[in-house]
């Protein structure tokens, strides 16, 4: 006996050192799943076992060597429980989620098979530029989950190698410099993990979660031989398998460019996460692992990861908010090349107010009293009636003091229920709205008109209240 607690105490004091040594080596969870599965509750018990079919002596999820300076950069807290409290978040976490289009020439040993195909074909790598950049904060104590997407050719300042679009810091100085760059611009907020995953791993994860089902909002078709890239999609509501998916999220041939992207982006975002995040995700989650991890890189441990679905899971999809960093297109000859370019007082009001960031102004931001009159409310109509048969909607809202609308383009997805969008983030308003019109769902997201601050996409619902608003301007 005396032998086996010898024994036992060795394991425990030889783990401690590889944890203290590397968080990226997934061998520390093994003690986690058997005492987990020893807890007598069904689902924990269920993924524990699931997780124990998992090699962790296969390929880390953390691919990329950073230096100790490099490493630094993120915070180094631990962000989840221990023992049975594996899967609880215990504090608001930053995550820097960084899609990566990488082709031959983006990086200096490309594979030497690329140069007989006679075009460019993605590569498994993530040296290339970051054209998909999102912070996530996972907050457990106002139990928000609040995503912010980061153009990629957002004019910023990049440490050491000047004034750039922010893609390309990965290029300069891979995920640390970027990570250092998404701080500056936002006020200096802390980042605490990130992810890199490749177009290659984006449709391997959409495969692995099952696919999804989203509306297409146009006929999308785009050719690329250089790249070997074929967009063929049709307008309309569909379930997109990986590759399907990843067309839908690649295409950015149309007025909006990349801001139209990141707008799918967020569609399919929204979709996947009401379609797939539940409970059961979690004891799939080694199957998605293995499926993926080639082509991930993330300094997340495994025991944070699953403490970063498991608090996504027992999440309400209302406290779930898509934003977009306040921009604007810059104008025809303004700079060399074109780029969005960064509004600083919106984004340390948005930083303060959506993500508890603390600064001098904080106090005067939460003071700020919004007049109805100086908000931009879009109109986009998806019952497909004329004009005329919103008009009460408009002059029920111009009666409350919201004199700043405009009629834009219609929403091309026939809705049940009118989405009342807070394009940049101000759900105070949006809510306000809500209860001026007594019908439709507020949702903080960036899929509405970009000119605009709330965006209402008219849906069936306002046809059942039309005959009340009717009345009241007669």
């Known amino acids: 006996m005396t032998s086996q607690r010898t024994s036992a105490d060795n394991k425990k004091s030889a783990k401690a050192k590889t944890r203290a040594k590397s968080k990226r080596k997934l061998k520390s969870g093994r003690w986690l799943w058997f005492a987990l599965g020893m807890g007598g509750i069904a689902m924990v018990s269920g993924m524990a076992g699931a997780l124990l079919a998992v090699s962790w002596d296969s390929t880390p999820l953390q691919q990329a060597q950073l230096t100790a300076k490099e490493a630094a950069v993120f915070e180094s807290d631990s962000i989840s429980g221990s023992g049975l ?5 215990t504090r608001p976490v930053n995550i820097l989620v960084m899609g990566m289009s990488v082709l031959p020439h983006d990086v200096q040993n490309p594979p ?9 074909p993605q590569i498994n790598s993530f040296d290339g ?16 989950i609040t995503m912010l997407s980061i153009p990629r050719d957002t004019r910023t300042e990049i440490e050491g190698f000047g004034v750039k679009k922010i893609n390309a810091a990965n290029v300069d100085g891979g995920p640390a410099l970027t990570a250092q760059t998404v701080s500056n611009l936002l006020g200096g907020i802390g980042i605490d993990r990130y992810v890199r995953i490749n177009v290659l791993g984006v449709s391997k994860l959409i495969d692995a979660l099952g696919g999804v089902t989203v ?23 569909q379930h997109l398998e990986g590759d399907q998916a990843l067309q839908l999220l690649r295409f950015r041939h149309d007025e909006l460019g990349d801001i139209g992207r990141i707008q799918r982006q967020q569609m399919v975002l929204r979709a996947l996460i009401d379609q797939t995040l539940n409970p059961g995700t979690l004891t799939r989650l080694p199957d998605i692992l293995n499926t993926v991890k080639d082509n991930i890189d993330t300094n997340l441990t495994v025991e944070e990861l699953v403490a970063l679905v498991g608090f996504g899971t027992r999440t309400n999809r209302s406290n779930m908010e898509m934003l977009m960093l306040p921009g604007r297109f810059s104008e025809k000859n303004e700079y060399e090349y074109s780029y969005w370019i960064p509004y600083e007082r919106e984004i340390r009001k948005l930083m303060v107010q959506n993500f508890g960031f603390k600064s001098e102004e ?5 003071q700020e009293i919004i007049d109805p009159a100086r908000i931009r409310v879009a109109i986009q109509d998806s019952t497909g009636g004329d004009r005329s048969q919103i008009r009460p909607l408009i002059t029920a809202l111009e009666k409350a003091g919201y004199t700043n609308i405009f009629i ?3 929403w091309g997805e026939p809705l049940e229920v009118t989405n009342i969008v807070a394009q940049t983030g101000d759900s105070v308003s949006a809510e306000s709205i809500r209860n001026t019109l007594g019908f439709g769902e507020v949702k903080v997201e960036s899929t509405g008109n970009i000119g605009s601050d709330i965006s209402i996409q008219v849906g069936k619902d306002w046809l059942e209240n039309k005959p009340f608003f009717d009345t009241q301007i007669r």
């Not at 409290?85 to 978040?89: A, D, I, N, T, V």
């Not at 999308?220 to 309309?236: F, R, T």
């Open 215 to 237: 509306y297409v909002p146009k006929d999308m078709k785009y050719v690329d031989e250089s790249q070997h890239l074929y967009i063929n999609l049709k307008a309309g509501k």
């Open 85 to 89: 409290k594996f899967s609880q978040l």
């Open 362 to 366: 904080s106090e005067t931001f939460d």
């Open 408 to 410: 834009s383009k219609p």
């Open 129 to 144: 530029l970051a054209d998909v950049m999102l912070l996530i904060k996972f907050d457990p104590e106002t139990k928000k």
């Open 112 to 120: 030497g098979e690329t140069s007989q195909l006679g075009y460019h």
